[in-house]
């Protein structure tokens, strides 16, 4: 729920971790919205079932890429 009301957006990369396009937590992007609300409603449901855990990392951190296929 915190990354639906906090998250401006979920980038997507390619497998060698260049930039794919970003997906943006905005109702003007209707599409788009509807495709981060999707995608963090996954998230949520794969952490309610101790499938996945998604927690703040610090800004500094290195970025951990996750796979999402469709």
Known sequence: MAMRLMGRGIELQD??????????????????????????????????GRDLFVAVTDVSSSVVPITISK
């Open 15 to 48: 497998k060698d971790g260049s930039f794919q396009r970003l997906i943006l937590n905005r109702p003007r992007h209707v599409e788009e919205y509807k495709e981060f609300r999707k995608i963090t409603l996954h998230l949520t449901t794969l952490t309610v």
